[in-house]
């Protein structure tokens, strides 16, 4: 199905639905625990695809045990094999799983959109390559830790417990992966509940690429099995991705504990736009930043703030490429716009949007056609919005866009500032000495300038204020799983 602006589109696209043939899915999955999949003694789930809402397979949960289980493997492993091996061979590992993802690439995105409801060009495009980018960049960097200027004789702390959210499942895991296991620590990972598929095809890699048992460990579950993980006795480092409400709970628990901590939470980004901004550019950047994955990202561009005296013709604009935008199929080539992940996350998007229309702000939706089954919400922007209404504050994590403006660049700068959240902003402008000038004073971790949502392994990406602490990515990314590492990866001034 396709959004149509009017009848009067009489060139459309044929359906273009890539092929499921490639998946080879169990119907049931269990728990990859030191080197094989062994049941879960929690109680199992269903993984659906939100786009029609049909079952995908049956998934393990852990429970107390099984997390006691996938701990003491790591810690096995970590002891017994990865802490003596070379820089080198830890390397190697590394490029073997890099090249083992882009050899599976096409498996992967296919399960992916299916599982999460992403759109085929997007897992396809943007997240695998990514994912195999992430453990390139990291594999290189394991025999050179006492080159990445973060002091000397730097150490593994020894086994990390990571959780990581539904939206990018397979990359938020790479993200995770591949800097611990460069720096020499063990691993037991936990994905979102709503999207395990992918991580569970990522644990065949790992048995291809023979990671020695026990190094990487896969356990299933919801928010209770994460909460045993962090909390576990034994771990050294605590790595999550997911809500602020969690991340702030996670903090509390670990304080004191003395495992190391990074925190990659919420956020409200400004995508500001001034006048003098190359119009064409950003309103595809617009559009990128808050439509990409269904807005279902934690740097989207959700605030949009833009100069008075053009917010006639940039929401016009927008509008009118809006109209233009597939919503449909997850599988098909053709689709911008996939499905809201889950039920909950629907309910969520809605209620904030009604909200919205009772705090006094303007709505508009997209026209088109909402599927009978799965999960959907057309693209919307709300006009109107002032900095007190709920959507201009909240994370919506869906495909919503709030417009605000300004006057002034002192203005752009206050408005982008007054938010709990320190995430990402985005710049538009002609003027390079603006954009120096404005994202200095902007207090956010990412800052893109006329471009949005652009990502690197080289990069450090985290936040400020509460969207956590910690850089992902980068050197910085390196000097979370070490002891002894100068450079701060932590600061959250
Ligand atoms: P969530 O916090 O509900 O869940 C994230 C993960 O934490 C899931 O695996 C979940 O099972 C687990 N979890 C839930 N309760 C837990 C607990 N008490 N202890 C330990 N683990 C627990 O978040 P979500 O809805 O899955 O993800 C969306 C959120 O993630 C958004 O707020 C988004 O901004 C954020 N996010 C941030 C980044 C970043 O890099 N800053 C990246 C992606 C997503």
């Known amino acids: 199905m396709t959004m149509e602006a009017s009848n009067t589109r009489w060139l459309d696209y044929a359906p273009a639905p890539e092929s499921t043939s490639i998946l080879h899915l169990k119907k049931s999955y269990g728990l990859f625990i030191d080197g094989d999949f ?3 003694s929690g109680r199992s789930f269903t993984t659906i695809s939100p786009a029609d809402e049909h079952s995908i397979a049956e998934i393990a949960s852990a429970d107390a045990g099984d997390v006691d289980r996938a701990v003491a493997a790591a810690r096995k492993a970590y002891n017994s094999t990865w802490s003596k091996l070379g820089g080198a061979d830890r390397g190697k590992y590394l490029y073997r ?9 096409r498996e992967l995105a296919v399960a992916e959109s299916l599982d999460n409801g992403k759109p085929i060009k997007e897992s396809r495009d943007v997240d695998v390559p990514l994912v195999a980018a992430w453990f390139f960049y990291y594999a290189g960097w394991a025999d050179k830790l006492e080159h990445a200027g973060l002091g000397p004789n730097p150490r593994a702390l020894g086994v990390a417990a990571q959780v990581i959210p539904w939206n990018f499942p397979l990359l938020m895991l790479a993200w995770k992966i591949a800097p611990a296991l460069a720096a020499g620590n063990t691993v037991v990972i936990k994905p979102a509940e709503t999207t395990p598929l992918s991580a569970l095809i990522f644990a065949e890699i790992l048995q291809q690429a023979d990671l ?3 190094v990487v460990n896969i356990i299933t579950g919801a928010g209770e099995t994460g909460s045993l993980l962090v909390n576990h006795p034994d771990v050294n480092k605590v790595a ?10 996670i903090a509390k628990s670990t304080a004191g504990t003395g495992k190391k901590l990074t925190l990659e939470l919420g956020g409200k980004a400004a995508n500001i736009v001034f006048d003098d901004a190359p119009i064409d550019q950003a309103i595809e950047g617009i559009v990128n930043g808050i439509f990409f994955n269904q807005g279902h990202v934690c740097c989207a561009g959700s605030r949009l703030l833009v100069q008075e005296n053009i917010e006639t013709e940039v929401v016009d604009r927008l509008k009118e490429r809006l109209v233009t935008l597939r919503m449909g199929d997850p599988l098909d080539k053709n689709t911008d716009i996939g499905a809201i992940n889950s039920r909950a996350q629907l309910d969520r998007i809605r209620a904030l949007s009604d909200i919205g229309e009772e705090e006094g702000a303007t709505r508009w ?16 922007i709300f006009t109107g919005v002032e900095t007190s209404h709920r959507i201009a504050r909240e994370e919506i994590f869906g495909p919503v866009l709030s417009v605000l403006t300004f006057r002034t660049p002192a203005e752009a700068i206050a408005k982008a500032n007054n938010t709990p959240y320190g995430l990402s902003a985005g710049i538009w402008s002609d003027k390079g000495s603006k954009v120096l000038a404005v994202a200095d004073k902007l207090r956010a971790g990412v800052i893109w300038a006329n471009t949005f949502n652009k990502f690197d ?10 969207s956590g602490y910690g850089r992902e990515g980068g050197r910085h990314g390196l000097a979370a799983y070490l002891t002894n590492a100068v450079l701060q990866s932590g600061a959250n001034k």
């Open 212 to 214: 020695p048992n026990g």
């Open 38 to 40: 062994v049941a879960g």
């Open 457 to 466: 392994p080289s990069s450090p990406f985290g936040g400020y204020k509460e």
């Open 97 to 105: 799983i890099a090249r083992l993802v882009q050899e599976r690439a």
């Open 240 to 249: 999550f991705t997911g809500s602020t409400a969690v991340g702030r709970a």
């Open 365 to 380: 939706s997209a026209p088109c056609e909402i599927p009978a089954k799965g999960f959907w919400f057309a693209p919307t």
